[in-house]
């Protein structure tokens, strides 16, 4: 039961736990770096098993279930304490924020069933939408009004929400091979997405997700 696909899956619902004690400590950027190692683990666990041929209902579910924690529980949280920091005109608003955590949970739920996602996503994958969710800290310090604004984080809810289920095309970075003629449009979508990083590190994230959903829609449109 207990074998590497199944242990990294497990590391990474560890990572997210450890994110949302930093979370409910108040530490919001801190919890940023655990969703980073979730999603190292998240995506590790998943070429281990295609390496090692290892295919089975229980590593499909036990996935699911910790993407659950790292992507859907973890930045719900995030959320809920930046409604609370807001303007929003009572502290009932707060709790609109776990809809992230809700709309995680449905678009794993529809991942797992959803024959079309074999190779690449229909709708934006949860690691992804969880990395912008945290991001938000950072971005508050060069826009605390805009971040600080309820229905701001209301709108960014609901938009993240909707990606989350939505038809859109988005690739995957599962490599069936690195030739640059098949991958250019991955390959600049990882230079730029590391360029990025290194330069603005967590602020950059708002950006990278614009040009992860600009390029899918490039990537599509010429296959």
Same mark, same amino acid.
């Given at each position: 039961?207990?074998?590497?696909?199944?242990? /990294?899956?497990? %590391?990474?619902?560890?990572?997210?736990?450890?994110?949302?004690? $930093?979370? &409910?400590?108040?530490? =919001?950027? *801190? !919890?940023?770096?655990?969703?980073?190692?979730?999603?190292?683990?998240?995506?590790?666990?998943?070429?281990?098993?295609?390496?090692?041929?290892?295919?089975?209902?229980?590593?499909?579910?036990?996935?699911?279930?910790?993407?659950?924690?790292?992507?859907?529980?973890?930045?719900?949280?995030?959320?809920?304490? /930046?409604?609370? %920091?807001?303007?929003?005109?009572?502290?009932?608003?707060?709790? $609109?924020? &776990?809809?992230?955590? =809700?709309? *995680? !949970?449905?678009?794993?739920?529809?991942?797992?069933?959803?024959?079309?996602?074999?190779?690449?996503?229909?709708?934006?994958?949860?690691?992804?939408?969880?990395?912008?969710?945290?991001?938000?800290?950072?971005?508050?310090?060069?826009?605390?009004?805009?971040?600080?604004?309820?229905?701001?984080?209301?709108?960014?809810?609901?938009?993240?929400?909707?990606?989350?289920?939505?038809?859109?095309?988005?690739?995957?970075?599962?490599?069936?091979?690195?030739?640059?003629?098949?991958?250019?449009?991955?390959?600049?979508?990882?230079?730029?997405?590391?360029?990025?990083?290194?330069?603005?590190?967590?602020?950059?994230?708002?950006?990278?997700?614009?040009?992860?959903?600009?390029?899918?829609?490039?990537?599509?449109?010429?296959?």
């Amino acid at each position: 039961m207990l074998n590497l696909p199944n242990a /990294l899956t497990c %590391a990474n619902l560890f990572s997210g736990c450890i994110g949302i004690v $930093f979370c &409910f400590n108040g530490d =919001l950027k *801190s !919890a940023a770096y655990f969703v980073i190692l979730s999603g190292i683990f998240d995506f590790f666990d998943g070429m281990a098993a295609r390496a090692l041929k290892i295919k089975n209902s229980i590593g499909k579910d036990l996935d699911s279930l910790a993407d659950v924690v790292s992507f859907g529980f973890l930045p719900g949280a995030i959320m809920y304490h /930046l409604f609370k %920091a807001s303007d929003a005109p009572h502290e009932y608003f707060s709790y $609109f924020a &776990f809809i992230i955590t =809700l709309f *995680s !949970a449905l678009r794993l739920a529809k991942f797992n069933n959803d024959t079309r996602q074999t190779v690449d996503f229909i709708g934006l994958n949860t690691p992804m939408n969880t990395l912008f969710i945290v991001s938000l800290p950072y971005v508050s310090d060069y826009h605390p009004q805009v971040i600080g604004n309820w229905i701001v984080l209301a709108a960014i809810a609901v938009i993240c929400s909707f990606l989350l289920i939505s038809e859109i095309k988005i690739f995957s970075l599962k490599f069936s091979n690195f030739r640059w003629s098949e991958n250019k449009i991955k390959f600049v979508f990882m230079i730029l997405s590391i360029v990025l990083f290194a330069w603005q590190q967590f602020v950059a994230i708002p950006i990278i997700l614009l040009l992860y959903i600009g390029l899918s829609f490039v990537y599509f449109r010429n296959r």
